[in-house]
């Protein structure tokens, strides 16, 4: 038991170790050459102080509230449902906070009010969840969740998709798609402060059944048994992840692939206990998008690569391959 303890305490040290590096890393990352240790002990000029301070820090900073949201709300989802596939998308979330997005564009509100495209998407992701809860509240079943989520995402891409094809202009078209591809860029401390409260608010709902997931390992009706009480289990599942994953998508565009990678990477590190998961996925997630933040700023290209087609790119194959895997172990 001592030898467990210590060993998940080493696995905390070395990701937050990992964590530290990351972001120290993603600081001193870019075009312009602007060192962070070097900030510490010189004064920098006025156009590297604006590089790190107000463009580099918030953008880090926002990938670590972003990543963590999904690699948490991924762990909880496969916890709940038992489900190795499931990941954040699954419960209608992200496409209620795209759709939401979508029509802050359409309806022209995103160039009239700046934070129109983070409120709008917050509002389709509540909205997603008081939709899902009507539907599959009551049912006892965990995969309702799931029918339920796939028909609200399927409707939500579907208006998205009407939404785009009635725009009339083609440039909010096309600044529509470039959004829903994902990305830091550009994010400022007033993002942070906005999002930050949504994010925190998640993280507390997620974690605060982690005991609740190690009972449900063994099964629904001895979890009831054990005195897990699963409608409220379920409830906080739902707000957490739709604060979390609607805050992530509403600022950052949809980031795909986090969720569902980063709890298969470190299940086997904490002896496949769905409770312990839950804080290394955090960290874990804030490292992967720390990391891939980093690639799209360092990939040579003409214009910056999407954050969610990098995230997509590598997250892809890990699924295919994944799926074999499952192939293999049932055969």
Known sequence: MNGRKSENRMLYFLLSLSLI???????????????????????????SAVILWEI???????????????????????????????EPGV????????????????????SVF?????????????????????????MHSAYSLILAGVAINTLAFALTALALNL?????????????????????SFEHVTLSAPFVLAGWILLLWDARAWDALTLGEETARSMGVSLGTVRFRLIVG????????????????????????LLRPFIRYQPGKLLGVSALGGAILLLLADIGVRVIPSHTEIKLGVLTALAGAPFFIVLIFKMRRSVL
């Not at 918030?58 to 762990?75: F, H, N, T, W």
């Not at 209608?92 to 359409?106: C, P, R, S």
């Not at 725009?167 to 860029?185: D, T």
């Open 56 to 86: 580099r820090l918030p953008r880090a900073i926002m990938a670590i509230l972003v990543g963590a949201s999904l690699g948490l709300s991924g762990a909880a989802m496969q916890g709940f449902l038992r489900n190795p596939l499931a």
């Open 114 to 138: 700046s934070f129109a495209l983070p409120v709008g998407g917050m509002i389709g992701a509540c909205l997603s969840v008081v939709i899902l809860y009507a539907v599959a509240g009551r």
């Open 21 to 47: 590096t990351t972001f120290i890393l993603s600081l001193n990352m870019g075009d312009t050459p602007v060192s962070f240790f070097k900030s510490l002990w010189t004064k920098l000029d006025r156009e």
């Open 241 to 264: 992840t739709a604060l979390c994953v609607g805050a992530a998508v509403s600022f950052c565009g949809s980031i795909g692939f986090v969720g569902l990678v980063v709890p298969h």
């Open 167 to 187: 725009s009339k202009n083609p440039y909010a078209s096309l600044e529509i798609v470039f959004w829903q591809m994902g990305s830091l860029a550009d994010r």
């Open 91 to 110: 419960m209608g979330v992200t496409g209620g906070a795209v759709l939401g997005a979508v029509l802050m564009f359409y309806t022209g509100l995103a």
